[in-house]
């Protein structure tokens, strides 16, 4: 069992000062000093020395592809392939038999948005809070009965995505940005509906599990579950007020989470929070992801990697990537 590095580079909203720079949105990694990347507008990279250099894997994605999100089933690797804001608009399914070597799209003209597999499943999130789930790696596709059959859901939630996944023993969460979440205790095959009652105008940004744990980032910092979702509190004490929160990473009983403030630490559960962001050059994370002893954090300004449990942090390439989102899967078999 070894852990694939990707790094995906999506087109997506970035300030003025930005425009015109390609920009880094999304990494998976895997070991045997093999990586991933894909980027906001030149698709997906390769790095074979940890993360230093890259090379482009884009065989068969459209030009100047925006990747949103990976996944991967034993040697086969899924990419959600955008033209913008994929919150929005979702994103197309590619699929690659040998870790981005060539591409195909998958049979399916749906737009997806989030995707996670759960042991041969592949399920992803689309509009109208609808899941759908695949058996047969992403050849066909069956939406899934759940919160998005809830007419007084839809009419408050009309077409949106869903954004993000976690999985907590027997159950499959589910997020919706504006904000929600549906719960699956039946391996996804139905859905219930959550109400996340957060302050007005807050939206959910990712969601993570550790053990029976269930935390939300949040546009207001964590919020915290221990009871499968059926009741949420504040877990954000270190956190400055109206944190946004938009990734988390666990490592060695230690939680991460990166934030539009950087980097922070938790070492008792999420009950309380620390900044961890000396030589973080920019500290709009986007996304973490952990492979071995080393933390990466996808920022606005590139990646950046730790080897100290994020206690200092070091430039991974030298070339200046934007919206940097990082992820992790393992994976049977590194491929080349």
């Excluded at 459209?62 to 040697?75: C, D, F, K, M, Q």
């Excluded at 589910?174 to 699956?184: C, F, L, T, V």
Aim: aromatic fraction near 10%; charged fraction near 20%.
């Amino acid at each position: 069992m070894c852990l694939k590095l990707c790094t995906c580079y999506t087109q997506g909203k970035i300030d003025s000062s930005q425009q015109g720079r390609r920009a880094l949105d999304h990494v998976s990694g895997c070991g045997r000093e093999s990586s991933l990347r894909g980027t906001r507008n030149d698709g997906v990279y390769v790095s074979n020395d940890g993360g230093s250099h890259w090379s482009a894997r884009n065989s068969g994605l459209p030009e100047r592809s925006a990747v949103n999100y990976l996944a991967a089933i034993g040697t086969n690797l899924f990419a959600n392939i955008g033209d913008g804001d994929w919150e929005w608009s979702g994103g197309y399914l590619y699929r690659s038999a040998d870790y981005g070597g060539k591409w195909i799209k998958v049979p399916s003209e749906r737009r997806f948005g989030a995707l996670i597999a759960t042991g041969e499943d592949l399920l992803a999130g689309s509009s109208d809070c609808s899941v759908f789930i695949s058996k047969d790696v992403g050849l066909t596709w069956t939406r899934q009965r759940g919160f998005d059959h809830d007419p007084e859901i839809l009419d408050v939630l009309p077409e949106q995505f869903v954004t993000c996944f976690a999985v907590a023993g027997p159950y499959i969460f589910a997020g919706i940005k504006y904000p929600g979440i549906g719960r699956s205790s039946d391996k996804g095959e139905t859905f219930d509906w959550i109400e996340l009652r957060l302050p007005k105008d807050s939206t959910l940004e990712c969601l993570t599990t550790i053990g029976t744990s269930v935390f939300a980032g949040t546009s207001r910092g964590v919020y915290l579950s221990d009871d499968a979702g059926e009741t949420w509190r504040q877990a954000a004490s270190g956190l400055p007020a109206k944190t946004r929160v938009t990734c988390f990473a666990e490592h060695d009983e230690k939680l991460f989470a990166g934030t539009s403030r950087g980097v922070f630490r938790s070492i008792d559960g999420g009950v309380s929070w620390k900044a961890t962001n000396s030589g973080l050059a920019n500290t709009m994370v986007t996304s973490l992801a952990i492979i071995g002893t080393k933390i990466f954090a996808g920022t606005q300004g590139g990646v950046f990697a730790s080897t100290n449990d994020g206690q200092a942090w070091k430039p991974s390439m030298k070339t200046f990537w934007a919206q940097a989102r990082v992820s992790t899967f393992p994976s049977s078999d590194c491929g080349t």
